[in-house]
């Protein structure tokens, strides 16, 4: 990886004239300033995946996953950072061969010189992550965590809880999910029959958090992949809806991007035009 000798100067390259030098640790800890990494759960691998904290990032792309794709949308572009929420090294790799999507996909970044770091589970649980971007795309208000963490309940923990404007039937409630999060179809729960006001949520996987929804007495909780029997648990209290793992997480590139522009405005970072989602819908039309 390149050296660093400044972390932020005004960049040579004809290409990016109007751009500054960071190094990858400088957009690092830009993003965690907001959720840090001892934020992020005991089985998660958030932080530096490939790369040199002291190299120098002249351009970055950001993504929910990262494939071979994303890679090669890098190259092309020029970027020598890829900044990600899933993490594409979770578990120990033993050797680097052409056999996995993820081991193929190092092996081009290394060999391209790209860094790649990612917020997984620390911008999760962080008060200004995922759940809160999605709450706000719903309109939510007065929002709060759903499952606070016990020393700094204010900053971070599981999840989202708030208030639509009005209330609204639940067929609606579901018309709205859809249309924010772009998704042709949602599994939910039996409806209850009583208007939507109060809506908990957690993007991504956010099955343990049921009974915290329920025990805040919210009317909806819209998350990701609910086992079957999870569907049973509301028991007519509540409507619960499965809006998907990609859909619920999208917007958190939105999110990665504006902390870094925020942070550093003539700093090059977009957000990755490849499509990542590896669950598609079969909608048969009657």
């Known amino acids: 990886m ?12 004809a290409s990016r004239p109007h751009y500054i030098i960071m190094t990858v640790n400088d957009i690092l800890n830009c993003i965690t300033e907001v ?83 990612s917020m997984h589970t620390n911008l999760d649980n962080s008060f200004k992550g995922v759940s809160r971007v999605l709450a706000e795309r719903l309109g939510l208000s007065d929002l709060h965590i759903l499952q606070p963490a016990s020393d700094d309940p204010d900053l971070y923990g599981a999840g989202m809880i708030g208030d639509l404007a009005l209330p609204m039937e639940e067929i609606d409630f579901l018309t709205l999910v859809a249309d924010t999060i772009g998704s042709p179809c949602l599994r939910h729960s039996d409806l209850t029959g009583r208007k939507i006001k109060k809506v908990a949520l957690c993007g991504g996987s956010g099955s343990p958090f049921i009974a915290d929804a329920l025990c805040q007495k ?69």
Not at 61 to 85: F, M, N, W
Not at 265 to 280: D, G, L, Q, R
Request: proline share 3%; hydrophobic share 40%; aromatic share 8%.
């Open 2 to 13: 390149r050296d660093a000798r400044q972390s932020c100067v005004i960049s040579s390259e």
């Open 35 to 117: 959720a840090p990494l001892q934020w992020q759960e005991s089985y998660d691998n958030a932080g530096l995946q490939v790369g040199d904290l002291n190299a120098e990032a002249h351009k970055a792309l950001v993504c929910l996953d990262i494939t071979e794709q994303v890679v090669d949308e890098a190259i092309a572009k020029g970027c020598d950072l890829i900044v990600s929420h899933h993490p594409l090294i979770f578990k120990g790799l033993k050797h680097l061969t052409p056999e996995t999507y993820i081991e193929r996909a190092v092996m081009k970044a290394i060999k391209s010189d790209i860094a790649m770091i």
């Open 218 to 286: 919210a009317d909806a909780y819209l998350t990701a992949d609910i086992k079957y029997h999870d569907f049973f648990v509301p028991e007519g209290r509540m409507l619960m809806v499965d809006g998907g793992h990609f859909e619920t997480e999208q917007f958190t590139k939105e999110l990665i991007c504006e902390l870094i522009r925020k942070k550093f405005p003539t700093f090059a970072a977009e957000i990755a035009e490849t499509k990542t989602n590896s669950v598609h819908y079969f909608v048969r039309n009657k």
